[in-house]
């Protein structure tokens, strides 16, 4: 009993040096080799400020939405955001057809719901011997884009205005630039339809370079094997007509072809910025939606609020934390000195546990209000399990029992209760994530992950090292003084 004890002892210290590394405030993080992992608190939306915005299908019967349509588009906009750099972001289904999108630390949120918004759908269209007007509308009806009526002035792209200026394609020199086509031209009936030549989704690559003469970003793609054949077919067959470019639906570009291009890949130039050419990329990089969104709600959230109530929220957990320290020592003792010492353990545990996660499960926990909250209050979770098994210890201990034969009754006593309230907490925890997950409330799913996570912790603290330390102060023979164990003399 004595060995295991000591095994105990030392997995104990190696967990609280292990924990207490990661807890540290400037922790460099990990690096062995090609194992790399960043260790630092992620903060969510509420705490380091950032963009909240809630999508919805822009369908006439939003509840007709299939739910795989709804599956894929939640996907395609986590990609887009994920290819924006933004850590921790926050992307969920809510209901039917909506999505909500918790951006923290984002900087420009006009440019971010550009580019995660739109849907981002690629065409390369039979523009005829005409050709067509940069930032011309143009709607699109299965394989045919139909020009919309009435729209004789060019309309600016929906992902940014910039972007229509003078772009022109190229996969060689046997493309030209843009076809002078006068904005103010009238549109006859003659050019109402236009035949879509290839979609997207045949887009294998898409990257921004930049020119060697002007250093100027423009885009370079290249075309997936059914794709090339297509490009090559249609521009081998149609010299000296027009390609048109559309994104969701606007023309960037509408090049004559001078030759046939049979390298599948192409280039797209224009006055473009390095944040535009970017966010570009990045929607034909993932590919269009399956059905529109549009943003039915969006609202900008400062840090200032959030630091005030961390701040607030720290110094409310300290100050119960020292109230519920001298309540054990003073109560119960050298037990309850043991306990406050679990107890710092149990704190440096959940603390590196949200910092570094639990591979493979989730790689870290990002930290909310709510989650702080849910964090103090399995602090007290943690207690409650101290005192129900040292209160049946002093039952033990006022019995008769010897002092072993005490704890380790105490602790038996005690677990069938331990084990029902903590499973019930637990089993409420899983509700509580279950509807914050599928109903958009993430700060609901953050209370709960953050309070099972302290429950699961409180009783390997309570259970394990809790009665690893009274059973060494037995078996070293510390002390039999029953006063310091909370039973007064008779």
């Known amino acids: 009993m004595r060995e295991r004890n000591y095994f105990l002892l030392v997995i104990i210290i190696f967990i609280a040096l292990i924990t207490g590394w990661i807890d540290q405030p400037e922790n460099p993080g990990l690096n062995l080799g090609p194992f790399k992992r960043e260790v630092k608190v992620h903060e969510g939306l509420d705490l380091q400020g950032g963009l909240q915005v809630q999508l919805e299908a822009d369908v006439p019967d939003c509840q007709s939405v ?54 981002g759908l690629l065409e390369f269209i039979d523009a005829g ?152 990329v990045v929607q034909l990089k993932y590919g ?38 001298l309540f054990m020592l003073l109560y119960y003792r050298l037990p309850g000195l043991l306990a406050d010492l679990a107890l710092m353990i149990y704190t440096m545990i959940v603390f590196a546990i949200y910092k570094f996660g639990i591979p493979p499960f989730f790689s870290f926990v990002t930290l909310t209000l709510p989650g702080i909250a849910g964090f103090i209050l399995s602090v007290g979770l943690a207690v409650d399990a101290n005192i129900l098994i040292f209160e049946r210890m002093k039952e033990e201990l006022r019995a008769g029992r010897t002092l072993v034969l005490a704890i380790e009754t105490g602790f038996a006593r005690a677990w069938p209760s331990i084990r029902d309230s903590n499973s019930s907490t637990l089993i409420t925890c899983a509700i509580l994530f279950w509807f914050g997950t599928n109903f958009g409330a993430s700060i609901v799913a953050g209370f709960a992950l953050t309070l099972a996570i302290g429950v699961l912790m409180s009783l390997f603290t309570a259970i394990t090292v809790t009665r690893t330390f009274l059973r060494l102060v037995i078996d070293l023979g ?10 007064s003399k008779r």
Do not use: H
């Open 478 to 487: 510390i002390t039999d003084n029953l006063w310091l164990f909370g039973i």
């Open 66 to 119: 299939a739910d795989d349509s709804m599956e894929a588009a939640k996907a395609i906009v986590e990609n887009r955001i994920n290819g924006l750099g933004v850590a921790e972001p926050v992307i969920q289904r809510q209901g039917k057809c909506r999505i909500i999108v918790e951006l923290p630390g984002i900087n420009n949120p006009d440019e971010a719901i550009r580019t995660f918004g739109n849907t």
């Open 129 to 280: 011997d005409t050709g067509l007007t940069e930032g011309q509308k143009v709607a699109t009806t299965g394989l045919s884009t139909v020009f919309v009526p009435g729209q004789a002035t060019p309309t600016p792209l929906s992902v940014s205005p910039t972007i229509l200026a003078t772009a022109t394609i190229a996969a060689s020199p046997t493309i030209s630039s843009t076809a002078n086509i006068s904005p103010t031209a009238t549109l006859t009936p003659t050019l109402a339809s236009f035949r879509t030549v290839m979609s997207g989704k045949n887009l294998r690559t898409a990257s921004v370079a930049f020119s060697q003469t002007t250093n100027q970003p423009y885009i370079q793609f290249s075309l997936d094997d059914d794709g090339a054949k297509i490009f090559a077919d249609y521009t081998s067959k149609n010299v000296g007509k027009f390609l048109a470019i559309t994104i969701d639906k606007t023309v960037i570009s509408s090049p004559v072809i001078r030759s046939a291009i049979t390298g599948g890949s192409g280039i797209i130039e224009g006055r473009f910025t390095i944040e535009e050419a970017n966010r570009l």
């Open 288 to 325: 269009s939606l399956p059905i529109p969104l549009k943003v039915i709600q969006s609202r900008t959230v400062g840090p200032t609020l959030g630091r005030d109530s961390v701040q607030k929220s720290l110094t409310a957990g300290a100050v119960g934390l020292l109230i519920v320290t």
